[in-house]
């Protein structure tokens, strides 16, 4: 999108840092400028108005008050110069008309030139960091040309005292309008000062019996005024319309990552329920399926030694197993599943001892065990017992649980474990152990101890102490009778 004929840039200004940040630029050039308060609005564009349907109000609200600062000073040539000059150009010589014809072309420069640096002053008054320092120094340049040629019109009588007061509060309206802009206003009121004093001093060498230092004294100041008050307060309220524009695009934004963090937060919900599930459902059947596959095929064994009562009872045994798994599995969807300690201890010793493993337990009092710790190191006990089953061909496995002043360890150690390790050994069921392990703060490790052996440790510390802080004895006030002389 492009922006009007005479705008400094396409993109739209940041709002200022205040009235305070707009220091004129030095005569260095327009490196010293400070850069935009809020970058991004840079980012954002504009259009005239024959092309601005649809857009935003702050947008239209800016083209407004651009179009507005840059016309206004021709509305003061209209009424304040041209009337004026037009009138003497039938009176005097033709000396006086080509003075009249030189303050008249000047003055239409000026307007042209006010465009620009006003335009300029505006995006430096918004906090824009691109403005340059050309268009105020030439704007200044022919502000001192058509004063000069005012006041020699006014010393050689090409036109009167009625006519030159007008034409110097419309020479010195755009220069005021960009200075209102452009500098705070204690140094603007210095600078019109200056201006005043300088102007008076000029109109009493031009015209020494006349009144027109009294008339400059008095226009100079009005017009500047005037120029502090329409240009002050536009560049202000549109700084905090593009301030209020900004914060509710921040809004937005922070709406839509609202939005966003909760569709992440949905979707990881979704994946730690999935993964929840798969750990659990490997967790449940594991140990179960590796028992109904042994006690099956001790059933088949025994029944073709037509021991059928033998081989009736293990398949009764499959039966009760294959039922207890399948209310695991439901519990598993439900997501209320509990697991005891002592109950995966001894379904751990019957099992290893049905696939004729020697298995040697010994455990402590787990009562004294908070209820998460046990339910994890039970775990670890369901793991370590299916991976007895599952590889190798062991025929002692000894399980030791102990507490000790650090913590309490789970140790699983079984002989007959293969020269090469199962690709499966280590895989997602050592992963799934520590991550029911990791809420306890508990460690898990796992590997092979010696030739043919293999060890499963867990280790749990204790929690923290969370008893009352001991109290100090309170210090011993001494006796008041002791400090009496």
């Not at 034409?167 to 019109?192: D, E, G, K």
């Not at 030791?400 to 002989?415: K, P």
């Not at 392990?437 to 898990?444: C, E, K, T």
Request: proline residues 9%; charged residues 20%; glycine residues 8%.
């Amino acid at each position: 999108m492009t922006a009007p004929a005479g705008a400094s840039a396409a993109t739209v200004p940041a709002p200022s840092a205040g009235p305070a940040a707009t220091e004129p630029a030095p005569a260095g050039g327009p490196a010293s400028v400070p850069g935009p308060r809020f970058p991004r609005f840079e980012r954002l564009s504009w259009r005239p108005a024959s092309s601005a349907k649809g857009h935003r109000p702050v947008q239209q609200l800016d083209h407004y008050t651009r179009a507005t600062l840059s016309r206004y000073v021709w509305a003061f040539f209209a009424g304040w110069v041209l009337p004026g000059v037009l009138g003497h150009f039938t009176q005097g010589d033709g000396a006086d008309l080509v003075l009249r014809s030189a303050l008249l072309l000047a003055s239409l420069a000026l307007c042209a030139a006010t465009r620009p640096a006003l335009l300029d002053a505006l995006d430096r008054y918004l906090g824009r960091g691109d403005t340059r320092a050309g268009p105020a120094w030439v704007l200044l340049a022919l502000t001192a040309l058509t004063s000069a040629l005012a006041l020699l019109c006014l010393g050689t009588d090409a036109i009167n005292t009625a006519t030159f007061a007008p034409a110097m509060m419309f020479v010195v309206s755009p220069v005021f309008a960009v200075l209102a802009l452009r500098v705070p206003v204690p140094r603007y009121l210095l600078a019109l000062v200056g201006a005043t004093v300088l102007l008076s001093a000029a109109a009493v060498l031009a015209d020494p019996e006349g009144t027109p230092s009294g008339v400059v004294a008095v226009l100079v100041p009005v017009s500047a005024l005037l120029a502090l008050l329409i240009c002050r307060p536009s560049g202000w309220s549109l700084a905090r319309t593009w301030d209020i524009e900004y914060a509710r695009q921040e809004i937005e934004k922070a709406k839509e990552k609202v939005e966003r963090a909760k569709e992440t937060e949905s979707r990881l919900a979704v994946a730690e329920e999935r993964l929840r599930f798969g750990r659990d459902l490997h967790d449940v059947l594991g140990r179960n399926l590796a028992t109904i596959a042994l006690k099956s095929e001790l059933a088949v064994q025994l029944a073709r030694r037509e021991r059928t009562e033998d081989a009736v009872a293990q398949m009764a045994e499959v039966q009760e197993i294959a039922q207890r798994s399948q209310r695991e599995v439901r519990e598993v969807v439900r997501g209320y599943r509990g697991i005891d300690l002592g109950a995966e201890l001894l379904g751990a010793r019957s099992v290893l001892e049905a696939a004729g493993i020697d298995c040697a337990t010994a455990a402590g009092d787990i009562e004294p065990l908070a209820p998460p710790v046990q339910a994890a190191l039970a775990w670890v006990v369901r793991e370590a017992a299916t991976n007895v089953l599952r590889h190798g061909d062991a025929r002692h496995c000894s399980i030791t649980l102990a507490t000790s002043r650090t913590g309490t360890s789970l140790t699983v150690e079984n002989d007959g474990a293969p020269e090469s390790p199962s690709p499966t050994r280590g895989g997602s069921g050592l992963a799934g152990l520590r991550e029911r392990l990791a809420p306890v703060g508990g460690a898990l490790e796992a590997g092979p101890t010696a030739p043919g052996r293999f060890r499963l440790a867990a280790h749990v510390p204790h929690p923290p102490a969370t008893g009352p802080a001991p109290q100090t004895a309170p210090t011993p006030t001494p006796d008041p009778g002791g400090s009496r002389p």
